[in-house]
T-cell receptor, first 114, second 115 residues
Framework: EAGVTQFPSHSVIEKGQTVTLRCDPISGHDNLYWYRRVMGKEIKFLLHFVKESKQDESGMPNNRFLAERTGGTYSTLKVQPAELEDSGVYFC????????????FGPGTRLTVL | AQSVTQLGSHVSVSEGALVLLRCNYSSSVPPYLFWYVQYPNQGLQLLLKYTTGATLVKGINGFEAEFKKSETSFHLTKPSAHMSDAAEYFCAVSQGGTSYGKLTFGQGTILTVHP
């Protein structure tokens, strides 16, 4: 069974540009989470999808970030326009159902904004 | 609100020595507690978790952790370190229910194992 995959693994862009990160959860997993780790800081929750609906987006930093989950399958996280402070590693995770299902993490996308 | 503090951003042990990674949490409700490990270029992998019941939790790769409510701690231990244990370890807490998967992480502890 394939794990959670993320694309790209690395992205280097200039301030003001747009970047779209993609996450493919484990097939059949209803729950999808995005997290971010800024250099030297802790991993922070961004948002939670249940199927195609946003369950909790309390961690989204500001309106430059837009997350979508098409048809309840893969998810994208768009940053537009990117700022220097958006640099970090963006992790995606998925779990099967609500309740105490194990959360599986992808390898992350390392975003560098110059 | 909840938070996690991991004491020591770097821990170094010799192969065969005891591994002790410290985690303290704060939570306004009974917590669910987790330890994750991240090997280079990989995603986080669940080592063990505490939800309810027995306070001593055993996980993969010989690790275990004990939930101590009075000390608000969830320290991770392994009796004998192996070179393959070198990685970054994260303690996390959640509130459960529909927020079960909404994890609050500590800053991580990098474990180095010397031969």
């Amino acid at each position: 069974e394939a794990g959670v995959t993320q694309f790209p693994s690395h992205s280097v862009i200039e301030k003001g540009q747009t970047v779209t990160l993609r996450c493919d959860p484990i097939s059949g997993h209803d729950n999808l989470y995005w997290y971010r780790r800024v250099m030297g800081k802790e991993i922070k929750f961004l948002l939670h999808f249940v199927k195609e609906s946003k369950q909790d987006e309390s961690g989204m930093p500001n309106n430059r970030f837009l997350a979508e989950r098409t048809g309840g399958t893969y998810s994208t996280l768009k940053v537009q326009p990117a700022e220097l402070e958006d640099s970090g590693v963006y992790f995606c995770a998925s779990s099967e159902k609500a309740g105490i299902s194990e959360e599986y993490f992808g390898p992350g996308t390392r975003l560098t904004v110059l | 609100a909840q938070s996690v503090t991991q004491l020591g951003s770097h821990v170094s042990v010799s192969e065969g020595a005891l591994v002790l990674l410290r985690c303290n949490y704060s939570s306004s409700v009974p917590p669910y507690l987790f330890w994750y490990v991240q090997y280079p270029n990989q995603g986080l992998q669940l080592l063990l978790k505490y939800t309810t019941g027995a306070t001593l939790v055993k996980g993969i790769n010989g690790f275990e952790a004990e939930f101590k409510k009075s000390e608000t701690s969830f320290h991770l231990t392994k009796p004998s370190a192996h070179m393959s244990d070198a990685a970054e370890y994260f303690c996390a807490v959640s509130q459960g229910g529909t927020s079960y998967g909404k994890l609050t992480f500590g800053q991580g502890t990098i474990l180095t194992v010397h031969p």
